[in-house]
């Protein structure tokens, strides 16, 4: 049963983090502020939040694998300082799309990071989940946008960062990771952001301290939720986020509801009925998830 709070708390992950992305594009499609600056607010805000948590709580910063908790934090950062920046030159749909692809680096690596075997049946789920992505983007690559380059490097990134979590989580509390990636994401979009630092105001000022907190609540929902499930079964089920992207597209962007954006929401929602166990489970009722 411990994988279906994975399966819950990675859903509520990409949930968050597709919101932090719609308040990211309108802080960079409504000012001049660039979307290094966003990744930036998020950082601080977390590394704000998780210091005074862990010292009300007497927590020790100290982790016990130094080496999977740094490079956790270092692949993150430049995976999501890359997600940011490329959401200022391209859509939310795509930014979220080619960041997607992560799945594809996390199958290839965890078998070498993580010692975890990748079913055939999870292959055959990644292959939906894919499909399903690009019938829901219909992407169209004829003229390269730099924006989808950007986006397309965070989901190489992303990819490494994954199983490093995965590792941590083995040695260190939800915590400890959290504090140091925040420490490290801070200082390293700070040197980035530092020339071209746009002092907000206004609404983009509450868009940038929206887009942070969603963003670091659903951190805290990723970080614990890899606690319960595998590194490739959880970046299965975070493909969620195409489906809220593409929901959201429409709700606050007016992005238009075709039939391959349903179709591949379809074909995602099988994939993580796959995933979690609940077409094994109807299929063979003696089966225990």
């Known amino acids: 049963m411990k994988v279906y709070k994975g399966i819950i708390l990675l859903l509520l992950a990409e949930l968050c983090f597709t919101l932090s992305t ?6 960079t499609g409504g000012s001049s502020i660039p979307g290094i600056e966003v990744s930036l607010f998020r950082y601080l805000l977390g590394f704000a939040v998780f210091s005074i948590y862990m010292l009300a709580r007497g927590i020790s910063f100290r982790p016990n694998n130094v080496k999977q908790v740094m490079l956790r934090g270092i692949f993150n950062t430049f995976a999501v300082l890359f997600f940011f920046a490329g959401l200022e030159y391209t859509t939310v749909t ?8 992560y799945p594809v680096f996390v199958f290839i690596l965890a078998p070498f990071i993580n010692r975890e075997k990748s079913s055939l049946s999870n292959i055959l789920y ?10 829901i983007v219909a992407p169209d690559f ?13 989901g190489v990134l992303a990819g490494f960062g994954i199983p490093f979590l995965r590792e941590a989580r083995k040695y260190d509390s939800s915590e400890v990771i959290l504090f140091h990636l925040m420490m490290l994401g801070s200082l390293i979009n700070l040197v980035f952001v530092i020339p071209v630092f746009v002092m907000p105001g206004g609404m983009m000022f509450a868009y940038l301290l929206l887009s942070a907190l969603v963003a ?3 951190q805290g929902f990723l970080t614990v939720g890899y606690r319960y499930i595998e590194a490739a079964s959880g970046s299965l089920v975070s493909a969620s986020r195409i489906l809220f992207a593409g929901i959201m597209g429409v709700s606050f962007f007016s992005d238009p509801l075709t039939p391959k954006i349903v179709l591949g929401g379809i074909f995602i929602l099988i994939s993580l009925a796959g995933v979690s166990g609940f077409i094994k489970k109807f299929t063979r009722p003696d089966v225990e998830v």
């Open 142 to 154: 004829k003229h390269v946008n730099p924006g989808d380059i950007l986006a397309l490097i965070s």
């Open 94 to 101: 795509n930014t979220n799309m080619l960041n997607m692809t």
């Open 22 to 27: 719609v308040f990211g594009k309108l802080v």
């Open 216 to 218: 670091v609540m659903g």
């Open 126 to 135: 990644l292959v939906i989940t894919l499909a399903g992505v690009y019938l």
